[in-house]
C-alpha cells in the first residue's frame, strides 16, 4: 500500500516536472536554454575573429597609413635604413609570381579534373583523387625545402637556358641566372595551388547533370565534343571560382614562397631575377622589425593581402555554389 | 551531298581529335602528379639518411659541431597542437552544433560566412593578429601565441565539418531521443553529436594534420627556440620553423637536418591523412 502511494507520487512529480519544462522552467529547461546561449556564443566567437583580425591590422597599420597615404601602394621604395616603407614591388611580385602559377596549373587542373570526372573508371577515379589530395597535405615548409635545392638549381640549369635561347628577344627571360628567382617561386607556386583547382573542378564537373551530357552524345557528338559543348559551357563559373580560389591560395601563400624567391624588394622585367611578395617579406621581416613605422607597414601589407583575400574568396564562393547548385543529378 | 568517302573521314578525324584530347587529359592528370612522386622521393633518399636516434632525443648543436637533432621541436609541436585543439576543437564543435541547428538564419550565414572567409585567409596574416593579440601585450614571443595562431586556423574547419557531418544525422533519431524525453542538450550532445561523432574525429584530424605543416603564423608568434622550452609563455621550437631555419641556413650540417625534419614531418602529416581516409574509406572531406 505505502508503495502504491510513494509510486503515484512519483508520477505526479514526474508531471509536474514536465509541465515545467513545457514552459521553459525548471532545471532541465535551463540548461537547454544555457546550451543553446553556449552554441551561440561560440558561433559568435567566429564572427568576432574574422573582425577581430580586420580591426587588428587596420590599427596596427594606423602609423602608417598615416604617413604614406596611398603613396604606399604606389611607392617602389622600400628602405628600413632610412624609415622609408612603399609597397610596390612587393604587389608586382605577388601578382607576377601568381600569374605564372597560374598560368601552368591552371592548364593541368582543367586536364586532370576532365580525366577524374569523365574519362577514369570509378576505381581508378577514386585513387588519384586520392593523390591529387595528397598533394595538398604536404607541408609548404618541404615545398620550400625541395624548391631551394632541387626544383631551384635544375630550372636554373635545365629549363632556364632553353627559355633563354628561344624567347631571350623578350625582357621576361633574359639575364643572369641563379637558383632563386621569381620564376622558380612560380613553378613551384603552380604545383601547390593545382591540387585546389583541380579538386573544385572535378566536383564542378560531376555536378553537371546527366541529362546534359546524354542530349549531347544522342545528336553525335564524340565524348570531346560532349565535353566541350555541354560539361565546360555548363561548369564554367564554376571553373572560374576555382581558378580564383586558386588565385587566393598563391597570392596569400608564405613560407615556401619566401624560401625560393630571393627576397629582393625590387621590379625586374627578367623573371630569372629575385622578387618579393607581400607574403614573404612578412615572413622575412616582421620578426625582426626594429621600429614601430617599419612594423605598421608590415603590417599594412598583411592589410593589403587581407583585403584582397577577402575579395577573392567571396567571389569564388559565390561562383562555385551557383556551379554546383545542381549537384546530385551528375554522375 | 557530301560522298561517303569524305563523311567518313571526316567521322574519322572527330573520332581522332576526341581520343587525342583524351589523351591529353590523362597526361595532365600524370603530369599534375609528378612533383608528388619527386618531393616524396627526395625526401626518403635525403632525410632517411640524416635521421638516426639523437634525432629524436637531443636539441641542435651550434653551428660546427656536428650531431644534434629536433627532439625539442618535435615536443614542440605537439605542445602547440595540443594547446590549438584544447581550445580549438570544442569551439569549433559547438559553433559547428550553431550552424546546423540554424541553417537558414541571418545570423547562421554570416557565421558561416565568416568560417568560411576566415578559412580563406593566408595563414601569415592570422599570424599578424595572433602578434597583435598576444605577443605585443605580453611583451615576449611566446608558446601560447602560436597556439593562439594555430587555433584559429583550426576553428572554421572544424566548425564547418561538424556541420556537414551533423546535417547527415537522421531527423528521426534526433525527434525519437526528444520524445522520450531527453532534454535538448543531451539529445544534442549524446545523440547527435554521438551518431556523428566519426565524421566529426575525421575533421578534427585533418585539421590537426593542417596546423601542424603550418610555418608562417608560427614565424613570430612562438619564434622558435634553440634550447629545450616547454613552459607556455616563452618562445617554443617548433617542427616547421626549424626545418625552415636550417634550410635557409648556409651550413651542409643544419641543411641536411632540415631534410631529416622535413621527412619527419612529412610522416606525421601524411600518416594523419592516410589514416583518417583509409579508415573511413575515402569518405569524408574537409571542406576548403
Given amino acids: 500500500m505505502a508503495e502504491f502511494f510513494e509510486a503515484t507520487a512519483g508520477t505526479a512529480a514526474v508531471e509536474r516536472r514536465d ?34 583580425l580586420a580591426l587588428a591590422l587596420l590599427f596596427g597599420s594606423a602609423d602608417s597609413i598615416q604617413k604614406f597615404g596611398l603613396r604606399f601602394v604606389v611607392s617602389t621604395d622600400w628602405d628600413p635604413a632610412n624609415d622609408q616603407y612603399g609597397a610596390l614591388p612587393f604587389i608586382y611580385g605577388t601578382i607576377v609570381s601568381s600569374l ?20 577514369a573508371p570509378e576505381w581508378l577515379s577514386r585513387r588519384l583523387g586520392f593523390l591529387v589530395e595528397l598533394l595538398a597535405a604536404i607541408p609548404s615548409v618541404v615545398y620550400g625545402l625541395w ?29 643572369p641566372r641563379i637558383s632563386v628567382s621569381m620564376l622558380c617561386a612560380g613553378v613551384l607556386l603552380a604545383i601547390m595551388v593545382l591540387p585546389y583547382i583541380a579538386s573544385v573542378c572535378t566536383d ?73 611578395t607581400l607574403a614573404s617579406v612578412i615572413a622575412n621581416e616582421f620578426a625582426e622589425a626594429t621600429s614601430t613605422l617599419y612594423l605598421s607597414s608590415l603590417m599594412e601589407l598583411g592589410l593589403v593581402l587581407l583585403a584582397v583575400g577577402l575579395l577573392l574568396n567571396v567571389a569564388a564562393r559565390v561562383l562555385v555554389l551557383s556551379a554546383k547548385r545542381g549537384e546530385g543529378e551528375g554522375r | 551531298m557530301i560522298s561517303p568517302a569524305v563523311a567518313v573521314s571526316r567521322e574519322f578525324r572527330r573520332k581522332l581529335k576526341s581520343d587525342l584530347m583524351i589523351a591529353v587529359t590523362a597526361l595532365a592528370t600524370l603530369l599534375a602528379l609528378v612533383p608528388l612522386f619527386l618531393v616524396l622521393g627526395y625526401l626518403i633518399s635525403k632525410g632517411a639518411s640524416s635521421l638516426n636516434l639523437d634525432f629524436f632525443i637531443r636539441t641542435p648543436r651550434p653551428v660546427g659541431e656536428p650531431g644534434g637533432g629536433m627532439a625539442n621541436a618535435i615536443v614542440g609541436t605537439f605542445e602547440l597542437v595540443g594547446m590549438a585543439c584544447l581550445a580549438g576543437v570544442p569551439i569549433g564543435i559547438g559553433a559547428g552544433l550553431y550552424l546546423a541547428e540554424h541553417p537558414l538564419s541571418t545570423l547562421g550565414r554570416a557565421i558561416r560566412f565568416a568560417a568560411d572567409i576566415t578559412m580563406g585567409m593566408p595563414s601569415i596574416v592570422i599570424g599578424i ?17 602560436g597556439a593562439f595562431a594555430l587555433a584559429v586556423i583550426m576553428i572554421p574547419l572544424v566548425t564547418r565539418t561538424t556541420e556537414e557531418m551533423v546535417k547527415l544525422v537522421p531527423r ?58 616547454t613552459s607556455v609563455t616563452h618562445p617554443i621550437a617548433a617542427l616547421t620553423v626549424q626545418v ?45
Wanted: proline share 5%; net charge positive; hydrophobic share 55%.
Fill in chain 1, 204 to 276: 564542378v564537373f560531376r555536378a553537371v547533370p546527366r541529362t546534359q551530357r546524354e542530349a549531347a552524345l544522342a545528336l553525335g557528338a564524340t565524348r570531346w565534343e560532349m565535353v566541350r559543348t555541354a560539361v565546360l559551357p555548363y561548369g564554367r563559373s564554376g571553373i572560374i571560382g576555382a581558378i580564383i580560389l586558386g588565385l587566393g591560395r598563391a597570392l596569400g601563400e608564405t613560407i615556401a614562397v619566401a624560401m625560393v624567391i630571393g627576397n629582393r624588394p625590387e621590379i625586374s622585367a627578367s623573371l630569372f631575377a629575385p622578387s618579393a
Fill in chain 2, 172 to 229: 528521426e533519431l534526433r525527434e525519437a531521443a526528444l520524445a522520450l524525453g531527453v532534454p535538448r542538450w543531451r539529445t544534442s550532445l549524446s545523440i547527435v553529436v554521438r551518431t556523428a561523432l566519426t565524421g566529426i574525429a575525421t575533421g578534427v584530424i585533418l585539421a590537426i594534420a593542417r596546423i601542424a605543416g603550418e610555418t608562417a603564423p608560427l614565424l613570430f608568434t612562438a619564434f622558435g627556440n634553440q634550447f629545450w622550452s
Fill in chain 1, 19 to 52: 509541465a515545467r519544462r513545457r514552459l521553459g522552467f525548471g532545471v532541465r529547461g535551463f540548461a537547454d536554454r544555457l546550451f543553446a546561449l553556449a552554441t551561440l556564443g561560440l558561433g559568435l566567437l567566429i564572427l568576432s575573429i574574422l573582425f577581430g
Fill in chain 1, 147 to 175: 624548391g631551394i635545392f632541387v626544383l631551384g638549381p635544375w630550372l636554373r640549369d635545365h629549363v632556364e637556358p632553353v627559355l633563354g635561347a628561344t624567347l631571350g628577344f623578350t625582357p621576361l627571360f633574359r639575364g
Fill in chain 2, 129 to 145: 593578429f595572433a602578434y597583435a593579440v598576444v605577443v605585443r601585450p605580453m611583451h615576449e614571443f611566446s608558446a601560447l601565441a
Fill in chain 1, 100 to 119: 605564372i602559377a597560374l598560368l601552368i596549373a591552371v592548364p593541368l587542373s582543367l586536364g586532370t579534373a576532365l580525366y577524374l570526372s569523365e574519362t
Fill in chain 2, 244 to 288: 625552415y631555419a636550417f634550410a635557409i641556413s648556409p651550413f651542409a650540417d643544419w641543411q641536411r637536418q632540415a631534410w631529416a625534419g622535413a621527412l619527419v614531418l612529412t610522416c606525421i602529416v601524411l600518416a594523419l591523412e592516410i589514416g583518417v581516409r583509409w579508415m573511413t574509406s575515402g569518405a569524408a572531406r574537409v571542406p576548403r
